[in-house]
């Protein structure tokens, strides 16, 4: 079955509307926090990556669901450690619910994730397999974030050490994404490790590009997060004595390399219309404009 994105979206919003219907304050600060939702980019990765292997969308939509429950737990957090005041367009949820609640809202979308596996309907031992996964992508995310917040502090950041943090911080979270669609659609090992290779390069590629952007664009950058740590362009112009003109075009062909292995990994994958909607993902078009958490 050939689905759009929009379809897809409009799936995970109904379930994510519907695993949130209380009156309690974790819930309603569950559904300020998800609704309307973001761009949605891991859940849309989960899925197409399960539907280009031969997956059946309802099976994977609740672990869809929950994939995006955790990833914007884990915004509420970043807001809390940022002290950012806003988040897609409106104050964020510690400055409406309080800062207690905001910590327990997260902790929740968090355990939502796990509960969703369980609504997937493949066996014990793919869920093991698939719970397991999530986990240490989740441990290393958390690492990276501690990497970039001492990089905020002013510790010298060798460029070295900026790409193990976007290995962590974003790279792991996409890679996992894929993996998780992958292996709850069935895939064979060898296009578990295509997709699984796939998500890595991408988010490698999307966390340089968004390190580009303020580089590409004058603005005063209203919106973005509190945390200012060193771009890569910065630190190659730091650690390597160039202009920052050219540590941007480097930056920029590190990018490219980057997509250019997504693509080469999704090369070994039948090709179909899911496929194609992942191949999207490589082609982004021109560095954008500097992103405002609103997107997240």
Request: proline share 6%.
């Amino acid at each position: 079955m050939v689905v759009t994105d929009a379809e897809v979206a409009e799936r995970l919003r109904v379930g994510i509307a519907g695993r949130w219907v209380g009156d309690d304050p974790v819930s309603a600060a569950a559904r300020y926090a998800m609704l309307p939702p973001g761009r949605l980019m891991r859940p849309l990765l989960l899925v197409r990556s399960a539907l280009a292997v031969g997956g059946v969308l309802d099976e994977v939509i609740p672990a869809a669901v929950g994939l995006e429950c955790a990833h914007v737990g884990g915004l509420i957090h970043d807001d809390l450690i940022d002290q950012g005041e806003s988040r897609r367009g409106r104050p964020a949820v510690h400055g409406v619910f309080g800062a207690e609640t905001a910590i327990v809202t997260g902790s929740a979308l968090f355990f939502t994730w796990f509960e969703a596996l369980a609504d997937s309907g493949v066996a014990a031992e793919t869920l093991v397999e698939v719970m397991r996964v999530q986990a240490d992508a989740g441990r290393l995310a958390c690492r990276g974030a501690a990497m970039e917040v001492a990089m905020a502090e002013g510790v010298d950041t060798p460029v070295s050490t900026y790409l193990e943090m976007a290995h962590y911080k974003t790279a792991a979270m996409t890679s996992a994404a894929c993996r998780t669609g992958a292996l709850l659609g069935g895939a064979a090992p060898e296009r578990v490790a295509a997709l699984s290779g796939f998500g890595e390069a991408l988010g490698m590629a999307l966390q340089i590009r968004d390190d580009l952007a303020p580089h590409r664009q004058h603005s005063d950058m209203a919106g973005r997060r509190a945390v200012r740590r060193p771009t890569l362009p910065d630190l190659l112009a730091q650690h390597r004595a160039q202009v920052l003109v050219d540590a941007v075009h480097q930056a920029t062909d590190l990018a490219d390399h980057y997509l250019d292995r997504a693509h080469a990994h999704l090369a070994q994958l039948p090709d179909t219309p899911h496929r194609r909607a992942l191949e999207s993902w490589t082609h982004p078009g021109p560095v954008p404009a500097p992103r405002s958490n609103q997107d997240d």
